[in-house]
């Protein structure tokens, strides 16, 4: 039986203007289609530009939803895409969605400038923007963008430069209540991750801290990356450092200095053979693959894979210029 599945993946590219630099993706749809092994060959691909999708070039995040519709956070609001039809969802002036997480509900959850909420329809059926802002204490209402978004069993995080908001929902419907907590900060949070049930986040100036019994702490040791920017925190699982140490580790990667394994309490170098690719170019996003392996994004022009280390210490390493 020949069954048909449709994926959308961001590519980053990089182009400078006459002043500065700045940063698009490139929506590619992969139509994977099983076959017996013997017919396999190239998916077919079809590139959506921004004249096709009518909103900008810039893409910063991607979901789908629980029905299979995608959802974009695009500079000039929310795309959404239905495998046919596009429609962009734009709420005030500026209606820029840097980031999207989707809750075990299937609730989606947005952060933009100075704002941050949920979708849900509305009295059409369409998808909508519902800001959770009027929940928020005046006194903590500004904010600039709001640059990452995790749904977790503690409630629903949205961190900005100036401060990270808490949302737990106490009353739904014509009740609709939340409770928040807000955690303000003097230096700027760069950047939010969640992993093991653990949120972290990397204050500039500081470190790396992690959320405990609702105290961000700094982790001893990551004093150093104050002067950086962590831009990847991700599960490092290969088999060999499970048995010889007997915890849990973790790649980080930072934006100028490159990698290193964390393994909650210290920090190492991790040399790989695209360490001249990351200095250089700028690290900014990086995801686990399915065989373990890790896609790494630059801030220039490349992109790379580096393998998770298997117990016989072989690996390749390749490099791609999209």
């Known amino acids: 039986m020949i069954t048909s599945k449709t994926c959308l993946v ?7 203007p006459y002043i500065g630099i700045s940063f698009f993706f490139l929506l590619i749809p992969l139509c994977i289609i099983a076959q017996p092994a013997a017919e396999k060959g190239l998916p077919f691909i079809t590139n959506y530009y921004a004249k096709d999708y009518q909103a900008s070039p810039q893409n910063w995040s991607i979901t789908e939803d629980d029905r299979g519709i995608m959802y974009f956070g695009n500079s000039y609001g929310l795309l959404e895409y239905d495998g046919v039809k596009w429609r962009l969802i734009t709420s005030g002036v500026n209606s820029i969605v840097r980031c999207l997480d989707k809750d075990k509900n299937g609730h989606i959850y947005y952060g933009g400038y100075g704002d941050f909420g949920y979708m849900a329809p509305d009295s059409l059926g369409q998808t909508q923007f519902h800001s959770l802002l009027k929940f928020v204490p005046a006194a903590y209402r500004n904010f600039n963008d709001v ?5 977790t069993e503690q409630g629903i995080y949205f961190q900005s430069r100036e401060r990270i908001f808490r949302f737990k929902q106490t009353g ?5 209540s939340w409770e928040v907590k807000v955690w303000n900060s003097p230096n700027k949070f760069m950047f939010a991750f969640y992993l093991d049930d653990t949120y972290y986040v990397h204050q500039q100036g500081v470190g790396l801290l992690r959320m405990i019994n609702d105290s961000l702490v700094l982790i001893p040791g990551s004093e150093f990356m104050g002067k950086e920017r962590v831009q990847v925190l991700l599960p490092y699982t290969a088999a060999v450092q499970q048995r010889d140490t007997g915890s849990k580790q973790y790649l980080v990667g930072a934006f100028y200095s490159g990698l290193y394994l964390f393994n909650g309490t210290s920090f190492t170098p991790f040399a790989t053979e695209t360490d001249s690719l990351i200095k250089n170019n700028t690290l900014y996003k990086g995801i686990v693959l399915q065989d373990g392996s890790y896609a790494l994004a630059t801030a220039g022009n490349d992109a790379g894979v580096v393998p998770n280390t298997s117990p016989s210490g072989g690996s390749t390493t390749t490099t791609t210029t999209p």
């Open 147 to 151: 640059w990452t978004v995790h749904a």
């Open 10 to 16: 961001l590519f980053k590219k990089c182009f400078r």
């Open 172 to 176: 739904s419907g014509a009740s609709e």
